[in-house]
């Protein structure tokens, strides 16, 4: 069946570096892939997403970058803060379905 | 503001009984969705629903139930069926289904057997 893999499962950086975040989907038909960031004890919320016909987006601090054929893509942080700490998900929906297929999650600790 | 509301935020449930949990969202969207999130599995998909009065069930349906009545509301029974229900529970909603719209997640029911 459809898969995403996350890596890595935690993440430490220093405050003001960058910090890096892979997933890798295996339904190549994929066409939307979204980035949940989720801190303790709440919900996830969507920090950015890409669509299939994208190669790069980028939002302030934040940017993902979509390679279809080899079928991954990354979360890019910049300039880290410690509130930046938290669990993140990737996610890919593959066509003709209703529902994502979720990574399990990497914990983003940013250290002061 | 429009958002999601999950209630309660903590629920514990005796061996053997059925508990529901409530979900609520004022965004006007067609689509609700509920997962169960355990540690180190990610989100998994325990049902979902397109429209009113229509639902699907998901990856991990068995020991739950839904209905959807309402647009607004989409709440989850969790069975003495279900063997393992101590998890964190989110509801989300999206515009439209189809795997092409953001969701917004609700902030959690966390649900512990006692």
């Known amino acids: 069946g459809e898969n995403v893999e996350q890596h890595p499962s935690t993440l430490s950086v220093q405050e003001g570096d960058s910090a890096v975040i892979k997933c890798t989907y295996s339904?190549?038909?994929?066409?939307?892939f979204p980035w949940y960031k989720q801190e303790l004890g709440k919900g996830p919320q969507l920090i950015i997403d890409?669509?299939?016909?994208?190669g790069e987006k980028k939002d302030q601090r934040i940017a993902v970058t979509l390679n279809k054929t080899a079928k991954h893509f990354s979360l890019h942080i910049t300039e880290t803060q410690p509130e930046d700490s938290a669990v993140y998900f990737c996610?890919?929906?593959?066509?003709?379905?209703?529902?994502?297929?979720f990574g399990t999650g990497t914990r983003l600790k940013v250290l002061a | 503001d429009g958002g999601i509301t999950q209630s309660p935020k903590y629920l514990f449930r005796k061996e053997g009984q059925n508990v529901t949990l409530s979900c609520e969202q004022n965004?006007?969207?067609?689509?609700m969705y509920w997962y169960r999130q355990d540690p180190g599995q990610g989100l998994r998909l325990i049902y979902y629903?397109?429209?009113?009065?229509?639902?699907q069930k998901g990856d991990i349906a068995e020991g739950y139930s839904v209905s959807r009545e309402k647009k607004e509301s989409f709440p989850l029974t969790v069975t003495s069926a279900q063997k393992n229900p101590t998890a964190f529970y989110l509801c989300?909603?999206?515009?439209?289904?189809?795997?092409?719209?953001?969701?917004?997640f609700g902030s959690g029911t966390r649900l512990t057997v006692v």
């Open positions: 890409i669509r299939s016909n994208v």
């Open positions: 339904d190549s038909a994929s066409n939307y």
């Open positions: 996610a890919a929906s593959p066509s003709g379905t209703y529902k994502y297929i």
């Open positions: 965004l006007n969207h067609d689509a």
């Open positions: 629903s397109q429209i009113v009065n229509d639902f």
């Open positions: 989300a909603s999206s515009p439209a289904a189809g795997g092409d719209y953001g969701y917004t």
